[in-house]
């Protein structure tokens, strides 16, 4: 079956540093990928996206590419903020009809000042 | 746009009674998700109903877990009886079916439920 695999938090980074969270991925055929993040007492936000191989999906800052020949999709951020501390979900879809995601299990960042 | 709203946000019983979850889809959205949240399991799957027919329940845990979609607008997850290994962080979610699968999903956000 399809699933996700994310690195275990938390992560801590001072302001401005760099950031990476992997993830990797088995699924069948090619699924679209995703990363939400999740900010306290609120649901889940769409991050960013890619929908096949080598495509980079980006959103305020974060960057993340598709890369089919290692099933991943790394979370990037060149200088991090106090106001991104929060948890990360790297998803995937599933091609065989179902609409729902799969997640992996999240990883929290924290982000000192 | 009021986006997914979910109701009631916090919710304490005590085992055995019956817990409604409420759940209100964004106006549009024909794909309407229950999900779990836990420490132990993280997000889990319970249910995706599509243009109001349940397409996948695999995720339900057992039978005391239900959920309806009477029509486009509400959805209900109901446990009945309640156990405290249900405390968790239920999310309900949307997304608008374009024939893809990369169709955003929009979260609620959510009801935590105590069971005691």
């Known amino acids: 079956g399809n699933s996700v695999t994310q690195m275990e938090g938390p992560v801590t980074l001072s302001e401005e540093a760099f950031l990476t969270i992997n993830c990797t991925y088995t699924a069948t055929g090619y699924p679209s990928l995703f990363w939400y993040v999740q900010y306290p007492g609120e649901g889940l936000q769409l991050l960013l996206k890619a929908t096949k191989a080598d495509d980079k999906g980006s959103n305020k800052g974060f960057e993340a590419t598709y890369r089919k020949e290692t099933t991943s999709f790394h979370l990037e951020k060149g200088s991090v903020q106090v106001s991104d501390s929060a948890v990360y979900f790297c998803?995937?879809?599933?091609?065989?009809?179902?609409?729902?995601?799969?997640f992996g299990s999240g990883t929290r960042l924290q982000v000192q000042p | 746009d009021a986006g997914v709203i979910q109701s009631p946000r916090h919710e304490v019983t005590e085992m055995g009674q019956e817990v409604t979850l409420r759940c209100k889809p964004i106006s549009g959205h024909n794909s309407l998700f229950w999900y779990r949240q836990t420490m132990m399991r993280g997000l889990e799957l319970l249910i995706y109903f599509n243009n109001n027919v349940p397409i996948d329940d695999s995720g339900m845990p057992e039978d005391r877990f239900s959920a309806k979609m009477p029509n486009a607008s509400f959805s209900t997850l109901k446990i009945q009886p309640s156990e405290p290994r249900d405390s968790a962080v239920y999310f309900c979610?949307?997304?608008?079916?374009?024939?893809?699968?990369?169709?955003?999903?929009?979260f609620g956000n959510g009801t935590r439920l105590t069971v005691t």
């Open positions: 998803a995937l879809s599933d091609q065989r009809g179902r609409r729902a995601l799969t």
């Open positions: 979610a949307s997304s608008e079916d374009r024939g893809v699968d990369n169709s955003p999903l929009h």
